[in-house]
Nanobody, 127 residues
Framework: QVQLVESGGGSAQAGGSLRLSCVVSGYARSLGWFRQAPGKEREGVAAAIYTGRGYYPYYADAVKGRFTISQDNAKNTLYLQMNSLEPDDTGMYYC?????????????????????WGQGTLVTVSS
């Protein structure tokens, strides 16, 4: 069983930064960040996919160059550094985990690929 606890959400001005954290308890392989804006479906933001030789990052086009996913294995923590925030980045951000040996990279940002989810942390970006 995997448990995920997110933190770090809050309010920011457009152009600002926030760093989200997700503490991972239990065995997990690939990890991802998803978000859900009000009135919209949940979408993949970034993922760290285990390839057998380490982790490879994947990003949604909307956040490439602005967001960075990383992890501290010693702290069992996944991070999402968000820079140059935009109002469209507003939403509930969720951490997700998969325990399979090799997640198909084509599904890196597909929520159905992740069976374990945190409760979310809210990010609000104002213009």
């Amino acid at each position: 069983q995997v448990q995920l606890v997110e933190s770090g959400g809050g309010s920011a001005q457009a152009g600002g930064s926030l760093r989200l954290s997700c503490v991972v308890s239990g065995y997990a392989r690939s990890l991802g960040w998803f978000r859900q804006a009000p009135g919209k479906e949940r979408e993949g933001v970034a993922a760290a996919i285990y390839t057998g030789r380490g982790y490879y990052p994947y990003y949604a086009d909307a956040v490439k160059g602005r967001f960075t996913i990383s992890q501290d294995n010693a702290k069992n923590t996944l991070y999402l550094q968000m820079n140059s925030l935009e109002p469209d980045d507003t939403g509930m951000y969720y951490c997700a985990a998969d325990t399979s040996s090799l997640l198909d990279p084509a599904r890196a940002l597909f929520e159905g690929a992740y069976p374990y989810w945190g409760q979310g942390t809210l990010v609000t970006v104002s213009s």
